[in-house]
């Protein structure tokens, strides 16, 4: 297991525009390393807002060794805590998600409200201060019908993402929509090999024949390119969308820690479904026409998405071992769309179902080649591969910075 100065060694040695050596993809140390460095200091994708519809609704989520409840409270507002119980340490919620109106500890029935408050606590004596003993809170912030958390004391600054991110979401009318599916898979691979395989579509062709009826995977259309170099079809849809008052150009954290950018799907497809038409009936919130394309939200470490206009599809990554990744996907529709009116499941479903056990099998076959004495790290292709050179460059340069050595402290 390496030590997290040998981490350091590793990552500023890399070979840039290459992918990494074994270890950064494996090895209990690095795991360790990027847990405490990012994902237990950035901000983490949780939920879209509308999993938690009414007060009580709860979902839990598990990010290294903490255990977190994201919660929405009597007064409507979404909030984060430790699972944790401050009696003697039990976990209070067990289920992946669920209702309640209090959050009652299994073990001893310690009762915190949903601010997080201690109510109740039985027979701990007349100098009990249930005041000392309220739930932790976890940062939690809703931008706009998706809801981040942030484990850190200090959380980095999120006004940026939180400001871009209600305007281009706002036409979705996400807090006007409700979970039509939910799934979660395991893919045995790393997670930095998880978020790589999303940031490129030059495996598209080879692995993806359904997605690729409706998503183009040219790499200057779904890319990291600027508008003065996008394509011309995305330059036409930007201006349409303009018109009808859709946010859609590209736009980015100066780091590209994060990107939305609304790109057209292929002639004019409407969704990601096999007949390339609209899934669901009930377009999502203001959204002006059918044919809108993607909106592509991704934001790193753990989260990529697309906000159609029929549909939008959220998807969380959250590591949990060395070479194990949790991956859940949630399709959302107009909360007035009705199952079997509406939209049918299946149709809604099919194509990134299909799609994330086609990037799962990828991942596991990239986990298993990289885990060989014979791999070594292989050079990106510049063309087709911008956004993991980019996702790269951002961990290592994110990584190189929080593992570098303290220099030491002047003389008096
Ligand atoms: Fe929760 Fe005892 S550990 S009430
Ligand atoms: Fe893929």
């Known amino acids: 297991m390496l030590s997290q100065h040998d981490v350091h060694q590793r990552i500023a040695m890399r070979k840039k525009d290459f992918s990494l050596e074994r270890a950064l993809y494996c090895d209990p140390g690095v ?17 879209p ?11 839990t989520m598990q990010v290294g060794a903490c255990p977190v409840v994201v919660i929405r409270g009597k007064d409507m507002r979404i909030r984060a805590f ?30 915190y409200d949903l601010e997080g408050k201690l109510i109740f606590a039985r027979d701990m004596g007349v100098d009990f201060d249930p005041a000392r003993y309220g739930l932790k809170k976890v940062h939690c912030v809703d931008l706009g019908g998706v809801v981040y958390i942030c484990l850190a004391d200090v959380p980095p ?21 409700k979970v039509a599916f939910s799934s979660t898979i395991i893919e045995k691979g790393n997670w930095k090999l998880v978020i790589e395989n999303n940031r490129e579509c030059y495996h598209c062709g080879g692995s993806h024949p359904s997605l690729c009826r409706t998503y183009s995977d040219n790499p200057r259309m779904t890319g990291m390119q600027s508008s003065e170099v996008a394509e011309d079809g995305i330059l ?21 820690q994060w990107r939305l ?9 409407e969704s990601f479904t096999m007949s390339t038409r609209a899934a669901v009936a009930k377009r999502m919130g203001q959204m002006p026409f059918n044919d809108a394309g993607s909106l592509l939200m991704y934001h790193y470490p753990n989260t990529w998405n697309h906000f159609l206009a029929d549909h939008a599809i959220t998807f969380r990554v959250l590591p949990i071992s060395p070479t194990e990744t949790e991956v859940t996907t949630n399709w959302l529709v107009h909360k007035d769309a009705v199952e079997g009116v509406d939209y049918d499941l299946k149709t809604l ?3 990134w179902l299909t799609t994330n056990d086609e990037d799962r099998q990828v991942v596991e076959e990239n986990q298993r080649g990289i885990l060989s004495p014979a791999y070594e790290p292989g050079p990106y292709s510049v063309l087709q591969e911008e ?3 980019q996702f790269i460059d951002w961990y290592c340069g994110l990584m190189g910075r929080r593992l570098a050595p303290q220099p030491a402290m002047a003389a008096q």
């Open 387 to 389: 956004g993991v050179i």
């Open 261 to 269: 950018a609304r790109i057209p799907l292929l002639d004019n497809a």
């Open 31 to 47: 795991y360790a390393a990027d847990l405490e460095q990012i994902f237990y200091r950035e901000w983490l994708f949780a939920v």
């Open 236 to 256: 036409a849809h930007w201006k349409r969308c303009d018109a009808a008052g859709l946010p859609a150009r590209f736009v980015h954290h100066p780091d590209f």
């Open 82 to 111: 430790h699972n944790v119980c401050r009696h003697r340490g039990q976990r209070l919620c067990s289920k992946v998600s669920g209702s309640t109106p209090n959050l009652v500890c299994p073990y001893h029935q310690w009762t």
């Open 349 to 351: 479903t099919e194509v």
């Open 49 to 59: 807002a509308c999993e938690l519809a009414k007060p009580g609704a709860y979902a």
């Open 157 to 177: 600054p999120v006004a940026d993402l939180a400001r871009t991110a209600m305007a281009y979401l706002a036409p979705s009318g996400l807090n006007e929509a």
